[in-house]
């Protein structure tokens, strides 16, 4: 359902003329949900049979922890009033999704992640460069403010934290640190 707006508006419009804006997006979200517990199925039986494709350097692993907290600060300025770092990235969640993969890929060597990670990469690259092509200024230079900044940048780190020292394992079974 993410990938729709990549060939174009004319299909999204097409279905949104046909079934209704809400209904369009109550069918998205829950299209959405089902693809991501899918994926996170999927990736847990891949695992569990996958071997590695390479095994990730010990210092560019590090890299993750930067780029993973600059994709938290991205996907919070996504919804958060206009800052400086929404109209600069433009399309900030999506940009977000590349980092946050990137880092991951850097980490991670097993089959599994690589195509994972590597899947969302190529699709974050592809969603961005469309969403680009079809609105090349989401956010017009009045809107902005320093306040969604500091906003983005404060949830951002304390989701880094919470995923950092607990989430990551909670939810994952893996510690980024340690």
Known sequence: ???????????????????GEMA???????????GLILIGQGYREAQATAGALYTPSESLSHLALVLVPIAFVLAAAAYVPAGHIKRLAR????????????????ANGMLADVVLFGSL??????????AVRRNAHP??????SLKGDVIAVVVGFVATIAFVLWLHQWLFGVAPIG
């Not at 359902?1 to 174009?8: D, E, K, N």
């Open 1 to 19: 359902m993410h990938s729709i707006r990549i060939v174009g508006e004319a299909p999204r419009e097409a279905l949104i003329g046909r079934i």
């Open 24 to 34: 369009y997006k109550g069918t998205y979200g829950l299209v959405s949900l089902v």
């Open 91 to 106: 399309h900030p969640m999506v940009l977000g999704v590349a980092f946050w993969a990137g880092g991951h890929l850097i």
């Open 121 to 130: 990469l190529a699709w974050a690259v592809l969603d961005y460069l469309a």
């Open 139 to 144: 956010v017009a230079s009045s809107e902005v």
